[in-house]
């Protein structure tokens, strides 16, 4: 079993920026991918960003690339998500995925819902034009 606890939402405005954090406690050594997602009111559950656990290799959807920044601290356990010129479209609920059984971590799959195990509670970030 693995927990993820976001943390780091808020009210912002309009170019204004937020860094949400997910920190995972339990099973976390067989960590393969961590990834962030989000849905706004009346919207589908978006892929936003995820990270490779062991190589650190980075991916983004098309509109966050630029904008939003995904890190990780290994000794930590946690995932970062820096936003930076955030726009009003960017409401929504965030939450942090994490894959931790062993299985094809392709370019596709990492923007896949089910490719993850473990899902946070969700933070929101709220933003005001």
């Known amino acids: 079993q693995v927990q993820l606890v976001e943390s780091g939402g808020g009210l912002v405005q309009a170019g204004g920026s937020l860094r949400l954090s997910c920190q995972a406690s339990?099973?976390?050594?067989?960590?393969?991918?961590m990834g962030w997602f989000r849905q706004a009111p009346g919207k589908e559950h978006e892929f936003v960003a995820a990270?490779?656990?062991?190589?650190?290799?980075?991916y983004y959807a098309d509109s966050m690339k630029g904008r939003f920044t995904i890190s990780r601290d290994n000794a930590k356990n946690t995932v970062y998500l820096q936003m930076n010129s955030l726009k009003p479209e960017d409401t929504a609920l965030y939450y942090c995925?994490?894959?931790?059984?062993?299985?094809?971590?392709?370019?596709?799959?990492?923007?896949?819902?089910?490719?993850?195990?473990?899902w946070g509670q969700g933070t929101q970030v709220t933003v005001s034009s």
């Open positions: 990270i490779r656990w062991s190589s650190g290799s980075t």
């Open positions: 339990g099973r976390t050594f067989s960590n393969y991918a």
């Open positions: 995925a994490v894959a931790v059984t062993p299985k094809p971590l392709t370019t596709f799959a990492l923007r896949r819902n089910l490719t993850y195990d473990y």
